[in-house]
């Protein structure tokens, strides 16, 4: 199996290439050359496996210049029972009629980044010993707050590596910043930055592919590469819990083998989403893939319409992780959907990074629409999409998954398709204690600390309280670095000591 560009499809590399790079030297990502296929016969026979024989399954096809022993070792040292509190990893929890959850914030951090970031330090370090040997890799991260937090805690104490978060500083809430910026490890900085997501993510972008800098690192002996979602080993991990929700779903006589499913993914960088897509054109047997936004619309109006737009007014709102007006990983799915047109994407990226815009053909569009549908909600829906589910079935959802609860729930009413479908459930409620706080009792929060913010949801609600977040009581604040957008070279330079 061979990775290429998607803006320029003569490259031509491994995946542990693809994977210690991070993006492609011309700005383009890494795509797979082919999808690899599974019959409904070998998804029945993943029915019987644990997740860690289900993600070595997966990722086999993908990783396939890594040894049987080498991928043992990384998904067995990932998805270990110390580090996930379910048994089963990412389990599927069943709501109402053809309503069902997958739970994908069981990890250390207690958001679904977890699910790659937990392997991706792994497929990294295996990949660089195989194509950069002795080269210390320093990671860069621009996080709307989950990615950061998660990429920390892969990579701490990680040898040959070094890692650099980058979050908006008004971006993310107490507790994410709480996370960071007690994170432990020799080899971690964190710094706020004056600016939104977006301008953290292209600043970043542009440090990678800034020759001086990297011609500095090399004197070091040291390289750049991506724990963000352009890095094809942080997407690989995802696609293998849509096979396992469709196995548990299988399990759980919810459906039976060769049974459609939908999937509804609270989206930002639509990385997960893309998982999905990926999951799809392998043979799971997924009808429609919906992608749902909370007011930064962008991509429910591209989906709709055709336009990607970025020129409009921000938002900051209670779900963080998805303030996002640039979406990378669409340009991944452009390419796919295209016939691997890599021209056609250049020119719409450089659209985009020119005028901030772009629209594709009619009939791009409709092939994308065959398979994707959207939806966005407004702050209020997502409090009463909070409440209602708690008040109605006992279950508590934090921000982001409400957001994808509610453009479902809209998504069936539209169109009256009412097949099995999992919704995909990205963070902890107590991530986000104040707004869950809120909206179950109607808008009116205490003024608390984000602890005792925790122990009255605790209180309210008799949800657990995930360990990894109840113990950051304890810990002391290591990083107050602030820089503006402008100097976050200069703060690379300054935290590397170069
Ligand atoms: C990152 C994140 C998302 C968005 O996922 P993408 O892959 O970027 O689309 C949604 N919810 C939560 C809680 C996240 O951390």
Same mark, same amino acid.
């Given at each position: 199996m061979f990775y290429t560009s998607t803006r320029d499809k003569s490259i031509k590399v491994t995946a542990s290439q693809a994977i210690a790079q991070g993006i492609s030297e011309e700005g383009g990502l890494f795509v797979p050359c082919e999808m690899p296929q599974f019959s409904m016969d070998k998804i029945n026979s993943m029915v019987k496996m644990s997740y860690i024989d289900r993600a070595k399954t997966v990722l086999k096809e993908f990783l396939t210049d890594f040894t049987e022993d080498e991928l043992s070792y990384c998904v067995e040292g990932a998805y270990s029972a110390d580090k996930f509190s379910s048994a089963a990893i990412a389990?599927?929890?069943?709501?109402?009629?053809?309503?069902?959850?997958?739970?994908?914030?069981?990890?250390?951090?207690?958001?679904?980044?977890?699910?790659?970031?937990?392997?991706?330090?792994?497929?990294?370090?295996?990949?660089?010993?195989?194509?950069?040997?002795?080269?210390?890799i320093v990671i860069l991260v621009a996080t709307s707050g989950?990615?950061?937090?998660?990429?920390?805690?892969?990579?701490?104490?990680?040898?040959?590596?070094?890692?650099?978060?980058?979050?908006p500083v008004d971006g993310v809430s107490p507790m994410q910043k709480l996370q960071m910026t007690t994170q432990?490890?020799?080899?971690?900085?964190?710094?706020?930055?004056?600016?939104?997501?977006?301008?953290?993510?292209?600043?970043?972008?542009?440090?990678?592919?800034?020759?001086?800098?990297?011609?500095?690192?090399?004197?070091?002996?040291?390289?750049?590469?991506?724990?963000?979602?352009?890095?094809?080993?942080?997407?690989?991990?995802?696609?293998?819990?849509?096979?396992?929700?469709?196995?548990?779903?299988?399990?759980?006589?919810?459906?039976?083998?060769?049974?459609?499913?939908?999937v509804v993914v609270p989206t930002g960088n639509f990385g997960n989403i893309l998982a999905g897509f990926y999951a799809k054109q392998m043979g799971l047997p997924i009808k429609m893939l919906i992608c749902a936004s909370n007011s930064n619309n962008v991509l429910t109006d591209f989906?709709?319409?055709?336009?990607?737009?970025?020129n409009r007014a921000f938002y900051t709102t209670t779900s963080p992780s998805m303030d996002i007006l640039i979406s990378s990983n669409l340009e991944r799915l452009l390419y796919h959907m295209s016939g691997n047109n890599d021209s056609l994407v250049a020119d719409?990226?450089?659209?985009?990074?020119?005028?901030?815009?772009?629209?594709?053909?009619?009939?791009?569009?409709?092939?994308?629409?065959? &398979?994707?549908?959207?939806?966005?909600?407004?702050? &209020?829906?997502?409090?009463?999409?909070?409440?209602?589910?708690?008040?109605?079935?006992?279950?508590?959802?934090?921000?982001?998954?409400?957001?994808?609860?509610?453009?479902?729930?809209?998504?069936?009413?539209?169109?009256?398709?009412?097949?099995?479908?999992?919704?995909?459930? &990205?963070?902890?409620?107590?991530?986000?204690?104040?707004?869950?706080?809120s909206a179950i009792s109607g808008g009116n929060t205490p003024q608390l600390d984000e602890f005792s913010m925790v122990d009255e949801l605790?209180?309210?609600?008799?949800?657990?309280?995930?360990?990894?977040?109840?113990?950051?009581?304890?810990?002391?604040?290591?990083?107050?670095?602030?820089?503006?957008?402008?100097?976050?070279?200069?703060?690379?330079?300054k935290l590397l000591n170069l």
């Open positions: 389990p599927t929890v069943h709501i109402d009629g053809n309503k069902n959850i997958l739970e994908l914030w069981h990890g250390p951090t207690c958001a679904f980044k977890d699910m790659a970031l937990q392997l991706l330090p792994y497929l990294m370090t295996v990949s660089a010993k195989k194509t950069a040997e002795g080269k210390t989950d990615t950061g937090k998660a990429a920390l805690e892969g990579f701490k104490d990680v040898d040959k590596t070094k890692i650099l978060v980058f979050y432990e490890g020799e080899n971690v900085s964190v710094c706020a930055i004056n600016g939104n997501f977006d301008d953290a993510q292209s600043a970043v972008k542009s440090i990678f592919t800034n020759s001086e800098i990297k011609n500095e690192l090399a004197k070091k002996n040291m390289m750049f590469s991506s724990a963000n979602s352009i890095n094809w080993g942080r997407l690989v991990p995802q696609i293998v819990y849509y096979f396992s929700t469709y196995c548990d779903m299988i399990s759980m006589n919810k459906i039976n083998a060769g049974d459609e499913i939908n989906l709709k319409t055709g336009t990607y737009d970025k719409l990226m450089k659209q985009l990074s020119e005028n901030g815009k772009y629209t594709v053909s009619d009939e791009l569009i409709g092939k994308i629409q065959n &398979t994707f549908d959207a939806g966005f909600t407004s702050e &209020t829906d997502v409090d009463e999409t909070i409440k209602n589910h708690f008040d109605k079935y006992n279950y508590l959802c934090d921000t982001h998954t409400a957001v994808a609860v509610k453009v479902y729930d809209e998504y069936a009413a539209r169109t009256g398709d009412d097949i099995p479908t999992v919704i995909d459930s &990205t963070a902890s409620p107590y991530k986000f204690s104040k707004s869950v706080l605790n209180r309210v609600t008799k949800a657990e309280v995930p360990a990894p977040l109840a113990s950051l009581k304890e810990k002391t604040v290591r990083f107050n670095n602030v820089c503006d957008k402008e100097n976050m070279s200069e703060m690379v330079f």
